[in-house]
């Protein structure tokens, strides 16, 4: 998603004019209060909540794609910021009490901005469960995006430890079994230098996206370290442990992958091991799965 700097977008123009109508409105029938009578306290007070407000309103627009959630959830907060400006614009200018209408700025834009967030909060809330349908894979207990590898959108090495806490508490307390498999690609320093970092990392992207087609929705991917990821397996015996490494491995071996430039097929292979759960907390457990990966790549591997 491309990235939209938010003084360069509609809703900062229409805000700032929005502002400006609004501060000449009440300059033309109001009078600048002498400094005595301001109130600081308030002036910083509520002028902080509009500098809020507009961060809040940045960020949403530096992050969110455009759409309808978007565009509801900004105008609510172009309503609020533009109702908190003209509230410390209050605090300059006294306004002659005989006019009735000088508080509608402040106070009409309010309903109508949680009215708005309100919807927009509510197609937040179903937008937020088709994405968690689409993530299940990746994200089993909890999300938390900081744990999450800066590459590839699966959890990383810190993640795949919290999760695999959790699995191994909830294999024992339920006594299921519990299956890992890691997944290493054959050679792929020599795919690095052969085609260079930029390649390498689409490739790493698309076999992520690969082996997740190949997943249960129960299951759970994270990628340890380089070319290698883990697979948490719940309540999976060790045969249909195997049976599962087996196809991930067919998967690998059946990905006819081409590079973007020239179009040059790239045969990529991988050393794909299983182990199971005993008595092992997650740390040894990783490494019980790396030594296996270790004494497999002793073996023969496949060619590029």
Known sequence: MKKRA???TYYSYGLAIAIGIGLLIISVWGDLKPTVEISWLDVFSEGGMVILALFWLALLLRSRPAGRVTQLLALGLCAIVFSWSMDVADEFIRMPS???????????????????????????HQEEIAISAQMVKRER???????????????????LKKQLKLSLAESKKLQQPLALIAVDLDNFNMINRRYGAEESDHILQLICQLLLLNLRDEDLIC????????????????????????DLQNAVASFAYRTREHHQRVFLSATVVTTMARTDDSDSLIKRLNLEISKTRQQPSNAI
Do not use: C
């Open 141 to 159: 207990y909890f999300r938390e995006h900081r744990l999450f590898d800066k590459l590839i959108p699966v959890g990383g090495a810190a993640y």
């Open 98 to 124: 005989t006019l009735i209408w000088h508080n509608w700025l402040e106070s009409l834009p309010i309903p109508i901005a949680l009215v708005l967030l309100s919807i927009g909060i509510y197609h937040w």
């Open 6 to 8: 938010f003084l360069q």
């Open 223 to 246: 990628r340890l370290a380089g070319d290698r990821f883990v697979v948490l397996l719940h309540n999976t015996s060790e045969n249909e442990a195997q049976q599962m490494s087996m």
